[in-house]
């Protein structure tokens, strides 16, 4: 193990490590940037504790044993920049907010250069992976000293005027309900590691309600909302099936997201890993596979969102109406 002990006495910055085993892929290893900025919410998968790798990291670091995969772990946003991009063969986000911003776990933000060459990295080539909360990272009409509160609603798609961010990972998080189990209903067992999900999969997680999907999705796996819950905070879930884990080409870029990763149980589930590590190998272009949009054909009604039952927002006192 290799390990930059710099770049992680300050801020718990930049772990590095090979990953080669013996039953790995042959080649030259694929390199990896897992990064996990939190601007927003801070998951406990990825929190790093005395100066330890997060939960999520060292499940990686064991998986890129098996699987021919150099991981370099980092929360630091300030080191986006063309050149330091251009070490990698993809990016693996597992963040929160906008990451422009120092936020919640304060370690430094991406700048706008930065952001674009990010940008620009994946549109010329460069793969993309995306867990859980990589959805929830940058909205529509929000950051930049606009509050949730004041940006607009998150109960509508803007299509293309929608965040840069959300129309190259292809689709933004509304809200989430109640932790629940849910059927997730696996609809091309040919892509890489979808063969190992079981007609019954149906884990308990907090499953994300998205929207803005971008028509270029190759769905994977769909959510099921039949059986969920819908009354509450679970009224995010009265819609029809929607798009849970998808493939799909920005630019000449490979993106690969799915929306599980929150809980222990599920990072530690081998579906999971499978489906995980299948959308890995795809994006660094280890594997090839066909991933023609059918959002149209397998979640048709994707487009359709929830009600919007958000608080009402209160009305201003007396004297702040002066």
């Known amino acids: 193990m290799i390990l930059r002990t710099g770049a992680a006495a300050f801020g718990l910055g930049l772990t590095t ?4 085993a013996k039953d790995a892929p042959a080649g030259k290893p694929k390199r990896i940037l897992f990064f996990s900025k939190s601007s927003g919410f801070e998951h406990d998968m990825i929190k790093r504790k ?3 790798r997060s939960k999520a990291e060292n499940i990686l670091a064991d998986l890129g044993d098996k699987h021919n ?11 986006f920049n063309t050149d330091y991009l251009s070490q990698f063969d993809a990016y693996f986000f597992y963040t929160t907010g906008v990451l422009t911003e120092p936020g919640t776990d304060k370690q430094p933000p991406i700048s706008q250069e930065g952001l674009t060459a990010f940008f620009d990295a994946i549109r010329n080539g460069k793969g993309f992976i995306g867990t ?5 990272t940058f909205h529509t009409g929000e950051g930049h000293g606009v509050t949730q509160a004041q940006a607009p609603t998150r109960y509508k798609n803007y299509g293309e005027d929608a965040d840069p ?7 933004e998080f509304i809200r989430h309900g109640s932790q629940q189990k849910s059927h997730v209903r696996c609809v091309d067992k040919k892509f890489p590691g979808m063969s190992s999900v079981p007609d019954d999969f149906a884990p308990v997680e907090e499953w994300y309600s998205l929207k803005d999907f971008a028509p270029n999705l190759h ?3 769909v959510q099921e909302t039949g059986d969920m819950k819908k009354t509450g905070p679970d009224s995010v879930y009265d819609r029809k099936p929607y ?4 493939a799909r080409m920005y630019g000449q870029g490979r993106v690969f997201y799915t929306s599980m990763g929150h809980r222990d149980d599920v990072w530690t589930n081998p579906v999971f890993h499978d489906v995980l590590m299948g959308g890995v190998s795809w994006a660094v272009r280890d594997v090839d596979a066909d991933v023609t949009p059918n959002i149209k054909e397998v979640t048709p009604d994707a487009w359709e969102l929830p009600p919007d039952r958000e608080k009402p927002k209160p009305e201003p006192k007396p004297e702040e109406k002066k």
């Open 132 to 136: 859980h909360s990589a959805s929830d």
């Open 69 to 79: 995969i150099m991981f370099t772990f980092s929360k630091d946003g300030s080191l």
């Open 17 to 20: 490590f090979p990953t080669r």
């Open 165 to 171: 961010y959300v129309k190259m990972i292809g689709a």
């Open 219 to 221: 769905v994977l796996l």
């Open 50 to 52: 005395d100066g330890q």
């Open 243 to 246: 798009p849970e884990t998808w």
